[in-house]
Structures are given as C-alpha cells and as structure tokens.
C-alpha cells in the first residue's frame, strides 16, 4: 500500500493524482492522512471500474446528495468528489478545516464541482440541522472516526440525523484505534443502522488493502 507518514501524501484516483498536505506536528488528529480514507476512496474507484463488484447501489453517484463526518485534511471526501460524488459537503471541527481548505485549493483542478466545507461538531444540533436543511443526506461517509470513547454516541446520533431516514447509507472507512471505542460503536449503532455489511478483503484496491483497515456500508433497511 501506497502510505507514508511523509508531509504529503499522493493518492492517484481516476487517472489524477491528487496530493494532501500534512501537519504531523499538529495536536488535531484531522490533520494527518490516515490509512482507512485511502482504502475506502480506493474500493469506490474499483467498484465503478467494474460493475460486477457489489455495492453499485451505493456508489451510484449521480443525484446522490452526500455528507462526510470527520473530514480531516480531505482524502476521502475529494477522492470520491474526484469519482464523481459532486453534491457533496464535507465537515470537520473549526480547527481542521484550515486544513480542509488547503487541500482543496491543490486539487480544486481535478475536481468538476468543488464539494462545500462545514463546521460540524457531532454533538451540536444547531449544526446538524442547518446540516440536514432542506433535507438530509442519501449518503454520509465517514473514515478513520472511531478512535475516542466519549464521541462514539455522538457520531453515532449525528449519523443518524443527517443520513436520510429511509434510505440513508453509511461508507464506512474504519480501523480499530481504541478498544473501548471499538465495543461501544458497535453495540450501538445497529440500533441505528440494522444492516451492516463488511466488504470482503478481495473486493478491496490490492494495492491498497492495508490490513487493518476495513469498509463497512451500514443501511437503515435492507437493500432492494
């Protein structure tokens, strides 16, 4: 897998390369590129490349109106921009998104529709519905989120009030950075999101299959 710890990391995506600007030195996790957001972005570009992979429900972007939690400096969110997920707004705290903001500046060029940038805390309802105004998300992704203890209920909550009641999906890009953290999301959010299914390791980007990281789509209702 192509990952470094390196201020920049590139991460080709249909047929550009897009590059993200690091700030290891920084007390916000969200400005470091972590390992899941390129798995994730990586597995979306395989499966539109072959129709026979599963999930092309989910990853049917045209009229899919999308949020991304946790943002950070931009991997996830403008590598799926990059493949065609153009209503799209991504979020994080305040103090990351000058990092947001960079990164979409160096790969604005690759991009046909800039996505839209918020501030969003998970536990602030005033965010969450100007959010979900006027109407909530087919689509929310979210990579590398489930890392502190105290968050998971509201990452959880603001999963499920920005996902649309219905219908709304989550793509999850995920790898185990806290075992209390771990056990607590996954004893709740099925209350939320019933149907969870783990994309098998084969169906992963090999080049980009870091063994720690998994995708898991989470559906209110099972598919049709």
Known sequence: MRFTASPVVELPVSGAVLTF?????????????WPSSLVLVKFVERCIRDPALPFADVLRFPGTRAVELGSGCGPAGLGL?????????????AAVLPALRRNLRRNRVHLARAP???????NCPAHLATLATPRRFDLV???????????VPH???????????????????????????????????PAVFPVIEKVA????????????????????????
Do not use: K
């Open 21 to 33: 600007e690091q700030d290891n030195d920084s007390f916000e996790v969200g400005t470091s590129v």
């Open 141 to 151: 992704v979210a990579a590398d989120v489930v890392y502190v203890q105290e968050s």
């Open 155 to 189: 990452l959880i909550a603001a999963m499920d009030a920005l996902a649309d009641a219905e219908r709304g999906v989550v793509l999850l890009g995920y790898q185990i950075r806290s075992p209390e953290a771990h056990q607590v999301f996954w004893e709740t959010v």
């Open 81 to 93: 921009s990059r493949l065609g997920l153009t209503d799209l707004v991504l979020t994080d705290i």
């Open 201 to 224: 390791r084969e169906h992963l980007d090999p080049e980009y299959a870091y063994e720690e990281s998994d995708v898991f789509i989470l559906r209110r209702s099972p598919r049709q």
């Open 116 to 122: 839209r940038l918020a501030q969003l805390h998970w």
